[in-house]
């Protein structure tokens, strides 16, 4: 038991600068995220706007709660958000490692750079202006992808005006925007390993995909095992700013998410103790799910701040 606490106090002695560097960012954290979370009581009570925050609201305990979840719509919002997110975690991860090995063959650095230039452009504009390019973009008079596609002798499709389509539209679009961008980490992690391996595997005659196979998965697993850890705590996040653009009345069915429920519910509807009781569900859903997404990426992959 000494040798634990001796053993604490030297790694708090050599770690105390960090912790000071990161002091004024939690301080920061904790005024504008934890103290404003006394309005999780909204979810409790029967809120009355005109009555004030801190008024004479009437209590009604879980009762918020069990309305919302008796509603069809946000069992059906939560099923689509659970689909939408898993797939988009799934494309998310083995979309930049596909990008990051094939612009690692790419031999002219030039021709590399122009490549992972264009590609990672698309995740620094918001989705307000994406959704606009999207809608010219798919739209089945006129738009450039369904133009191909009537060239080819198909017939025009309604990407965001069919529920058979919706959801996937969301997922491509959200790996075509971030693909770029998500392959950077997994590049650095390339150049990163030792060159001699490569040697050595070219000496015993193996070609460009067994080197790949053998020695380069092998070498960034570590980094794809940890970023697909810490994205269990994005489960519940589908992407508000994609759906809220491209979203319309007619794919509600399988369009529809949590947060664009919420947003119908609390600022649309002023249901204000529901929209709070569905919010403050998805939050302690979305703690646990982080909560254990760093303790595996602590266990698997040996993640630590510091």
């Known amino acids: 038991m000494v040798l634990k606490i001796k053993s604490s106090i030297r790694i708090l002695k050599r770690e105390y600068p960090f912790h000071l560097m990161i002091l004024p960012a939690l301080v920061l954290i904790v005024i504008f995220s934890y ?46 958000t659970v689909s939408i997110a898993f797939w988009k975690i799934v494309t998310g991860l083995i979309g930049p490692v596909i990008l990051a090995l094939m612009l690692n063959e790419v031999r002219s650095s030039m021709y590399r750079r122009v490549v992972q230039t264009i590609s990672y452009m698309p995740h620094f504009l918001s989705w307000v202006i994406l ?32 529920n058979q389509f919706i959801q996937g539209t969301y997922i491509t679009t959200n790996l075509w925007k971030d693909l770029g961008f998500g392959a ?14 490569y040697e050595s595997a070219k000496i015993d005659g193996a070609g460009h995909i067994r080197q790949v196979w053998n020695i380069t998965l092998p070498c960034i697993r570590p980094i794809i095992v940890l970023m ?19 979203q319309s009345l007619v ?20 249901q204000f ?3 709070a ?10 703690f646990v799910f982080i909560s254990i997404s760093y303790l595996l990426a602590y266990k698997v992959a040996n993640y630590r701040i510091f």
């Not at 009555?51 to 919002?77: H, I, S, T, Y």
């Not at 697909?228 to 491209?246: E, M, R």
């Not at 664009?260 to 509807?269: D, K, S």
């Not at 009781?277 to 979305?286: D, N, Q, R, T, Y």
Request: hydrophobic fraction near 50%; glycine fraction near 12%; avoid cysteine.
């Open 228 to 246: 697909g850890v810490l994205s269990l705590g994005n489960v519940l996040n589908a992407g508000f700013d994609q759906v809220f653009n491209l």
């Open 184 to 197: 950077i980490i997994y590049l650095a992690a390339i150049t990163s390993i030792d060159p001699t391996l």
């Open 277 to 286: 009781a569905v919010g403050l569900f998805k939050s302690v859903i979305s």
């Open 131 to 162: 959704g606009g390019i999207l809608i010219d973009v798919l739209s089945p008079s006129g738009g450039m992808v369904n133009n191909f596609l009537t060239f080819l002798g198909f017939e025009p499709i309604f990407f965001l005006g069919e």
């Open 35 to 80: 103290v404003p979370m006394y309005g999780i009581i909204i979810a409790f009570q029967k809120f009355i706007p005109a009555k004030g925050m801190f008024g004479d609201q009437e209590w009604v305990g879980f009762d918020n709660f069990k309305f919302v979840f008796a509603l069809p719509g946000f069992r059906r919002a939560l099923i689509n």
């Open 251 to 270: 794919v509600y069915e399988r369009g529809d998410i949590i947060d664009t429920f919420v947003y119908r519910m609390g600022l649309l509807n002023n």
């Open 273 to 275: 103790s529901p929209a």
